[in-house]
Each structure stands twice: as structure tokens, then as C-alpha cells.
């Protein structure tokens, strides 16, 4: 039996497309890769999110150059919401890099291993709001991190 997924997500052509809300984030996740530590990569990324309470918590990739010791920007802004606001609901969480090695002009998108972590943090909430940008261009924004991983491992598929 084929069956499809379908998801929906929203494409902005610059900043000056997004509400006055969104800009604001997506300009703090951007400014905030400047805190990445990332001497190996040169992959600078920045996690911001905007709770429903209106807090607003930053994150960034941090390297070790034993390479798996480093975090990525988004489990690390996870852990910090976990243990600094763990009754705050997200509302909407961005994603920025800046490509010292290259350019920045596009959306990218969390790895596996932070996509599984996002959904399942997504599990104890209502859902939020994911937007992924670069320093510049395109914008995109999905309804919620479930569309990051349509397949993704849960504490029910343990039970």
C-alpha cells in the first residue's frame, strides 16, 4: 500500500517579508552566530528561541577537537531551555549560520541527530513554529519540527 507525507512550509524571499516578530528572531539568530565556537569547521550556528511567555534563549554550536565532543546550536539551545525554563512552552525556534569558509545565502536545515532531538522536545508541547535562514536570502518557515523528520523514533515506538 503507497502512502503519501505531505508538509506544509513557507518560503520568504528576504527579512523585509517576515513579520515584525520573525525579523526580530531571525536578526538575533543571525547576529548570534558571532558566539559559535567553531575554530575546526568554520561553521558558525545559532539557535534562538522565542517562548510563549515571551523569553527569548540563545544557543551556538560549540567544537571540541576531540569532534565528538561539540554540540550542535540546537540541542545545546534545548539543554539551556531544559534547565533554565523547563515550564516554558517554545513558540517559535530559528536557525542561522555563517559559513566562514563559504557563503551564507540560504537556508540550512538542523542534522538528523538535532532533528530527532527537536521532535521529540516538540513532543512535550503544543508544537512550534521552525524557521531556517542564513545571514542572507531565502527564509524558510515550517508549521512545526515534526515536518524536519516525518519518521522519527518516540517513546512510543518503545513501549
Do not use: W
Not at 41 to 65: D, R
Not at 90 to 110: A, Q
Not at 123 to 137: F, N
Request: proline share 4%; aromatic share 10%; net charge negative.
Amino acid at each position: 500500500m503507497q502512502q503519501e507525507y505531505k508538509f506544509n512550509y513557507t518560503i520568504y524571499n528576504n527579512l523585509e517579508e517576515l513579520t515584525a516578530e520573525d525579523k526580530q528572531l531571525v536578526i538575533a539568530a543571525r547576529d548570534n552566530t558571532k558566539n559559535a565556537f567553531a575554530p575546526y569547521s568554520k561553521f558558525n550556528v545559532s539557535a534562538v528561541a522565542k517562548m510563549k511567555s515571551g523569553n527569548i534563549y540563545k544557543a551556538t554550536n560549540q567544537e571540541n577537537a576531540s569532534f565528538p565532543v561539540g554540540i550542535c546550536a540546537e540541542r545545546a539551545l534545548l539543554s539551556v531551555i531544559s534547565s533554565y525554563a523547563p515550564n516554558e512552552e517554545i513558540e517559535t525556534l530559528v536557525v542561522s549560520y555563517d559559513n566562514k569558509n563559504g557563503k551564507s545565502n540560504h537556508p540550512i536545515s538542523p542534522c538528523g541527530m538535532c532533528r530527532q532531538a527537536l521532535v521529540e522536545y516538540e513532543g512535550r508541547t503544543a508544537g512550534y513554529k521552525v524557521i531556517m535562514t542564513g545571514q542572507e536570502g531565502e527564509i524558510i518557515i515550517l508549521e512545526n519540527a515534526k515536518s524536519l523528520l516525518p519518521f522519527s523514533f518516540s517513546s512510543d515506538d518503545m513501549k
